[in-house]
């Protein structure tokens, strides 16, 4: 049950959304000259600058793989010395990557969709997930051919398989499918009010002030015509960074941090609860509740405040607000417990499947990087799915997607 709650909100809601949307924009566009569209498309999602930061995504992308690749070779060696499996920490430091992908491809449609459509926007935010995925994969490949070709040359990992090493690099390149959806998301709900882009500046301000709640949307607006008054290249910028970020830092509803004491105190209680009955039953610790359990809320409180307040921003900072607290709720709780699971020799809270020597030792397991950090992606994949879903509702219902 846990596992089809945690597939049903980390992996259906943005492909679904991406279908609904592309079916919405492709009825429409109608069915006359869809080989002129196409082609439109593909202009627009190319044309410059976006050809020079496809090349220079492919090239951050590859040299930072080839950097991080040497630093885990070099950390692998050394891990007798930690307390942590260094191995998993780096799969799933590479699954918080792809939601960062997926967040940089979903802001890239938007911001060309802002100016040429739905279609370039579409294109230019695909262009860039393969761009990052060949720059990863010119990296990847060949060390991983060396590695397959002379195993005994590199680092051995006493919990992984045979020409397993480099897995957490192999898992990167294959999750980024999961970001396919978001290029075709950002474009979708930045294009319906398309404008005459005049400089960067402007898009800057334009992308920061367009998603604003109902009750600032004025203000937005003000902005947005004072920086067209202002000539001076210099002070555009300015002008345009300060008023980005008061616009990124306003607009969260008022009820963000009471929805964030809700969801923690909730989470607190899930915790206690999934902790005895695994305790009473013999089970296999709490791990799959932390993933699960917490999503579902976290999901349901960014589209809530997302289709409420008519804002995506204001749905990932709700969303962002409750993950902080349902964090802290599974670290209060689970200290306690896990000393519960020691003293009675049932294994650890997270997964059960071992005695720990030492109390420590269990209470060292609740904040194992790797564990805290797993939440964190699958929290954050929830939360950008249900501000998603609840901005385009809200569009949706106010006839502006």
Not at 20 to 47: H, Q, S
Not at 110 to 139: C, D, I, N, P, Q
Not at 214 to 231: F, K, S, T, V
Request: charged share 15%; glycine share 10%.
């Amino acid at each position: 049950m846990l596992g089809f709650l945690l597939l049903l909100v980390v992996l259906v809601p943005a492909p679904l959304l991406a279908l609904i949307l592309l079916i919405l924009r492709i009825r429409e566009a109608g069915a006359a000259n869809p080989t002129k569209r196409i082609r439109a498309a593909l202009r627009g999602g190319t044309a410059r600058p976006v050809w020079p930061w496809l090349l220079a995504a492919a090239l951050v992308a590859a040299a930072g793989t080839a950097g991080i690749e040497q630093a885990y070779l070099v950390a692998v060696a050394d891990r007798p010395s930690r307390d942590f499996d260094l191995s998993l920490l780096a799969v799933v430091s590479g699954q918080l990557a792809v939601v960062g992908c997926a967040a940089m491809t979903g802001l890239v449609g938007a911001s060309v969709a802002r100016a040429r459509g739905f279609g370039a926007g579409t294109v230019a935010g695909l262009l860039t997930l393969v761009a990052v995925a060949a720059g990863t994969s010119a990296a990847h490949l060949p060390l991983k051919a060396a590695y397959l070709a002379d195993p005994t040359t590199f680092p051995l990992v006493a919990n992984l398989g045979q020409g397993d090493l480099l897995m957490p690099f192999d898992a990167f390149r294959y999750a980024l499918v999961w970001a396919l959806p978001w290029p075709v998301i950002g474009a979708a709900l930045a294009a319906r009010r398309r404008v005459a882009v005049r400089d960067l500046p402007q898009l800057l301000l334009d992308l920061a002030t367009a998603d604003l709640p109902a009750g600032r949307a004025a203000w937005g607006a003000a902005l947005r015509a004072e920086l067209a008054a202002i000539d001076p290249p210099a002070e555009r910028r300015r002008f345009a960074r300060g008023g980005a970020w008061a616009a990124l830092r306003s607009g969260a509803p008022r009820y963000v941090w009471l929805l964030a004491l809700g969801v923690s105190a909730v989470v607190a209680a899930g915790t206690f609860a999934a902790s005895r009955w695994e305790l009473a039953h013999d089970r296999g610790g709490v791990l799959d509740f932390w993933l699960s359990g917490p999503s579902v809320l976290l999901l349901a409180a960014a589209l809530v405040t997302a289709r409420h307040s008519r804002s995506l921003g204001a749905g990932i900072r709700a969303g962002v607000g409750s993950g902080l607290g349902a964090l802290l709720a599974v670290v209060a709780v689970g200290i306690p417990e896990a000393v519960v699971w020691a003293d009675r020799r049932a294994g650890f809270l997270s997964t059960g499947d071992a005695v720990p020597p030492s109390v420590e030792a269990a209470i060292r397991d609740v904040v194992r990087p790797e564990f805290l950090l797993s939440v964190v992606v699958v929290w954050t994949a929830a939360v950008g799915g249900g501000a998603v879903i609840g901005a385009a509702l809200s569009r949706l219902r106010a006839r502006t997607l």
